[in-house]
């Protein structure tokens, strides 16, 4: 019964739909001369307070002038208890037409394909990189589209230091310990911690799957299926006593533990410190609070243990969802092929300078792109570059960063932190319901 | 000092030695009250004076986070950002706050007041089990998901009935306690002497033992306003959406994971604690007076 | 008269409050009893037993929840009582400035933790928080506040007194002023000073304002994470983590029936520690 109901309603809305396309003229006579009589359909859109909305607000701004689709933006609290609210929302039917998510093993959590509309087959995909679209997909449906450029994890460097104290652009961690020890000497802050956001605790292990991938190519697969352990692998153990050594060393300022994300940025921005293990999409909260400090801001990939072996690891951007329940799922997809088309993206990057390439083929990025954005870009060009653990894996331990606290705040080593997450990570792939585990 | 306050009264005085003591526990007196009054204002007023003072910077100032004086004064340009801020989220965020606080307040003295005569007044073998009920409540945390099943049945979900009868279930059992102690002080002669004349159940309890409870109510209206307005998580939960923001939810708009805007989140706790201070002024007096006698049990 | 108080304090009085609790709070407690035997992704959920309570209580980090929780609520309790009699003895006295002390203290109350839990952990910065700044004034070094694993729950557990000491001095002084003034003349009449005055009259007749003080503090300890959660999330790592944030945790990463299950464990551990409390504490109350 239910079923037909909804066959009916579909056919009703693409009829609709086929009207609109047909008649375009009538559509202008609509929305111009029978504004007061005539229905604007309205579609809500949940985002969560931590994501600019400068960009997204000035696309919906110039979608709402050419269709008569209002949107309406709800902002929810961000982190995991923001993605408690999409799960609450989702699971009791009350979720708004589009939805913003992580990518990757966050939106497997939420079970996409009970409860976003499959868009494999919509014409505005074929522009969507394929990458981005694996971070997307479940059984081979896809259900999103980028919201912001690509962002990457690194190293990000204040180059004005490098040039002061005449070091160069680490090719081994072992160099890249040297300029830190150099750094140290020079009396600023080597490696800056900001454990006081607990988050910011996890970017030296996760930035270093590039070079675990480099070692183990079927590690992400392996893990999933539970035939490899993060403490049994000589290469992903390596990344937890990458952060143990950084502790270790003291290369840390001294109250890590007290300092947050804001204040990161500003020693980085200030030169105070020379190192910040992070994000890039800290490039836009860098640019608001310092614009005249990004000419002095770059990024290198995590070094691996060889130098043959450079590469960044990426994140994909969060992305945009339909919910399956949404009575304005027609809408939406109105909405998604303007956000991801070159019209689109140009509004956003008028709005938010981009803080790495857009995961979007044949769009170019403007010349005058950040100096941090450019080095990215040549790990694109190249292709040296691999996806976090968290885009090709569903399984993600929610402990990670209280696990990565202790390890770089020297609580605990960095095989014991390996082993406390290999438990936390089977605890939560069992929660998932994963095979093999 | 205290001797003297404590000596004999019915010994004779002798006048000099008295008076000497006098001066000295003046002295004393004033060296206390000052002390007093010093160690007050250091331990509850520099959070405060904290908060204020930050409301009152632009956000690089602020940002640093220390108790300087302000080199230019901004509260009002903090407050109009604030107050605007997401289409004046927080006027549409006072109403619903203050509606859900007053709501709830009205029904937890109508059915805390009802049960706490009640449960002191009569006292059968269901007594325990009423008693284990009361302290369940207190104990037990509430159940997010189930709550919100049962919300969606009777299709309460997301409405401001919805959240107001959760916020009375919830502070129900400390009203209760409260009433029901402060019962013991309303002697039952009364309820005797007010049937002998006539009266009949439901009119002993509106019209003789309400008024009664005037000064406990007092105690109630200011510790579950408190509590209702100062909530976050219950109406995060069961009644969410872009226009059921409540108060404590506009700290949210300031607050993230990345930035932090610290001079309007500052002023936006500023704006949101003084219902709470007007509440307080107003009842200050009262609220030990509702506690006092048998109340405290 | 038992037939007419029956008739006339009847249960039907009782009817609105017990609909109200039972179809708002008991009924999702006991539905939570179910499902927390169930694998549950709020969309879908399949009985399991016991497991979770078994996957609960060989979390790693629940060692140090359970003895953070006991210390936490030992010692915010405690420090209500103690401060809250103190306070509550000093503000019922007739000095001129009671009213004003009274408010500050009783202020704080009104606040929301939210904004408490911000504003102190900026104060306890370890080297730009104003706490570390006065006591280096007087030539101490303070410690890392919050980032020192061994002093952080205490550190926090401070700020909670500083929340709710205005609470219990409220009713200390309530319990005070409730004791007929005779009493006092009785003790001034056989020569009793003020030591006597606290000891043999104020501290016993307070004894039902103390008990609620200790009961309502103490469940509040157990259960309470909103201070911490804002202030530490439970860090440095998982020093300073309570039961009941490890069951917010595992509820945020979405793992519903394991929470569940945590929050069944909660409730028992309360109520072992509570319920006998309580009946101990009434039981001395009546002896008195």
Not at chain 2, 82 to 99: C, K, P, T, W, Y
Not at chain 2, 139 to 166: D, H, N, R, S
């Amino acid at each position: 019964m239910a079923k037909r109901k909804k066959i009916v309603s579909l056919l009703l809305s693409s009829a609709l739909m086929a009207g609109v396309l047909a008649g375009c003229t009538s559509k202008e006579e609509t929305s111009s001369g029978g504004s007061k009589s005539g229905v604007t359909e309205k579609i809500t859109f949940l985002i969560d307070n931590q994501t600019q909305l400068d960009g997204i607000e000035a696309i919906i701004d110039e979608f709402e002038k050419k269709n008569n689709i209002k949107v309406e933006i709800e902002t929810r609290p961000g982190g995991a208890e923001g993605d408690n609210i999409i799960k609450t929302r989702l699971a009791t039917g009350d979720m708004t037409d589009l939805v913003w998510n992580n990518s990757g093993s966050q939106l497997q959590a939420l079970n996409p394909e009970q409860n976003f509309v499959d868009l494999s087959k919509e014409p505005f995909m074929e522009n969507i990189m394929e990458d981005y679209k694996d971070a997307v997909s479940a059984n081979g449906k896809v259900f999103g589209v980028p919201g912001t450029p690509t962002n990457a994890g690194g190293w990000l460097y204040n180059k004005k230091v490098y040039e002061e104290l005449g070091l160069t652009v680490p090719k081994t961690w072992d160099e890249l310990m040297a300029n830190n020890e150099k750094i140290k000497q020079a009396g600023k802050t080597a490696v800056i911690g900001t454990f006081k956001d607990t988050w910011t605790s996890q970017v030296i292990v996760l930035a270093d799957n590039y070079n675990v991938l480099e070692e183990n190519p079927t590690f992400a697969e392996d893990f999933t299926a539970n035939k490899a352990k993060i403490s049994t692998t000589p290469a992903a153990l390596r990344s937890f006593e990458k952060l143990e050594e950084v502790f270790k060393k003291g290369y840390m300022n001294k109250e890590f533990l007290a300092t947050g994300y804001d204040a990161g940025l500003k020693m980085l921005a200030d030169g105070e410190g020379a190192h910040y293990p992070m994000i890039t999409f800290a490039l836009a909260n860098l640019a608001t609070t310092f614009p005249d400090k990004m000419q002095d801001i770059g990024i290198f990939g995590q070094p691996s243990d060889s130098a043959e072996k450079n590469g960044l690891t990426v994140w994909m951007p969060a992305g945009i969802f339909i919910n399956k329940n949404s009575e304005h799922i027609d809408a939406a997809k109105k909405f998604l092929e303007f956000y991801v088309s070159q019209e689109g993206v140009t509004i956003y990057s008028s709005k938010i300078p981009p803080t790495g390439p857009f995961a979007i083929k044949g769009v170019e990025l403007p010349d005058d792109v950040y100096p941090a954005v450019k080095d990215m870009i040549q790990y694109f060009d190249s292709g040296n570059n691999a996806p976090a653990l968290e885009f090709l894996s569903p399984v993600k331990g929610p402990s990670l960063e209280q696990i990565t606290t202790q390890v770089g705040s020297g609580i605990s080593s960095a095989k014991e932190g390996a082993e406390l997450y290999d438990k936390d990570v089977e605890k939560q792939a069992k929660q998932l319901g994963l095979e093999g585990w | 000092m205290s001797k003297a306050v404590l000596s004999n009264p019915n010994s004779t005085p002798i006048v000099n030695p008295k008076s000497r003591v006098k001066t000295g526990k003046k002295l004393w007196k004033l060296f206390v009250e000052t002390f007093s009054v010093l160690a007050t204002l250091g331990i509850f007023g520099i959070p405060f004076y904290f908060v204020i003072i930050n409301a009152f910077k632009n956000s690089q100032e602020s940002s640093l986070l220390n108790m300087d004086w302000p080199s230019s004064f901004h509260l009002i340009e903090n407050m109009k950002e604030v107050i605007s801020a997401r289409d004046g989220m927080i006027i549409r965020a006072f109403f619903n706050s203050v509606m859900i606080t007053g709501i709830s307040i009205v029904l937890l003295i109508i059915l805390g007041a009802a049960a706490g005569y009640v449960l002191q007044r009569k006292v059968t073998k269901a007594t325990p089990f009423f008693n284990f009920l009361i302290l369940a409540g207190l104990i037990i945390p509430p159940a997010v998901v189930p709550t919100i099943w049962v919300l969606q049945e009777i299709g309460l979900f997301k409405t401001m009935p919805g959240i107001v009868f959760v916020e009375v279930a919830l502070n129900l059992p400390f009203t209760i306690l409260l009433y029901r102690g402060f019962m013991v002080t309303i002697p039952k002669s009364l309820d005797e002497a007010a049937l002998m004349d006539g009266c009949g159940r439901f009119r002993l309890f509106i019209n003789i033992i309400l008024p009664l409870l005037k000064p406990v109510s007092a105690t109630v209206i200011v510790l579950t306003a408190v509590s209702v307005y100062n909530d976050f998580v219950n109406p995060l939960y069961f009644f969410p959406g872009a226009e059921n923001a409540t108060l404590q939810l506009t700290l949210y708009n300031f607050m993230s994971m990345y930035i932090t805007k610290w001079n309007l989140l500052f002023t936006n706790v500023l704006l949101i604690s003084i219902p709470p201070l007007i509440l307080f002024i107003i009842f200050n007096k009262k609220i030990v007076a509702g506690m006092t006698a048998g109340s405290i049990k | 008269m038992n037939k007419l108080a029956n008739k006339t304090y009847t249960y039907y009085f009782l009817l609105p409050a017990g609909i109200v609790y039972f179809v708002f709070f008991l009924l999702p407690t006991i539905m939570s009893l179910f499902f927390s035997m169930t694998w549950w992704t709020l969309t879908d959920w399949k009985f399991i037993g016991f497991e979770n309570f078994v996957t609960f209580l060989t979390e790693p980090s629940l060692n140090i929840g359970f003895k953070n929780t006991l210390i936490y609520a030992v010692v915010t309790s405690g420090l209500k009582v103690i401060i809250g009699l103190l306070l509550g003895v000093f503000l019922s006295s007739k000095l001129k400035t009671v009213g004003f002390i009274r408010s500050m203290v009783f202020f704080p109350t009104l606040l929301s933790t939210i904004a408490v839990g911000i504003a102190f952990t900026m104060m306890m910065h370890p080297s730009q928080g104003i706490i570390n700044i006065v006591l280096s004034g007087l030539g101490i070094v303070g410690p890392d506040w919050l980032g020192d694993t061994k002093i952080a729950l205490l550190s926090v557990a401070l700020v909670d007194v500083w929340k709710g000491i205005g609470m219990a001095t409220v009713i200390f002084i309530a319990g005070i002023m409730s004791i007929p003034e005779d009493y006092y003349e009785a003790l001034m009449m056989d020569g009793g000073n003020a030591w006597h005055k606290f000891k043999s009259i104020i501290l016993p007749l307070s004894r039902p304002a103390m008990n609620t003080v200790i009961i309502l503090s103490f469940i509040g300890g157990l259960r309470s994470f909103d201070l911490i959660w804002t202030m530490t999330k439970g860090g440095p790592g998982f020093s300073t983590d309570l039961i009941a944030s490890i069951i917010y945790k595992q509820y945020q990463a979405g793992f519903f029936g394991l929470s569940t299950a945590g929050n069944v464990i909660l409730f028992i551990l309360v109520s072992a520690l509570a319920f006998p409390l309580y009946a101990y504490l009434n039981k001395k109350e009546v002896d008195l």
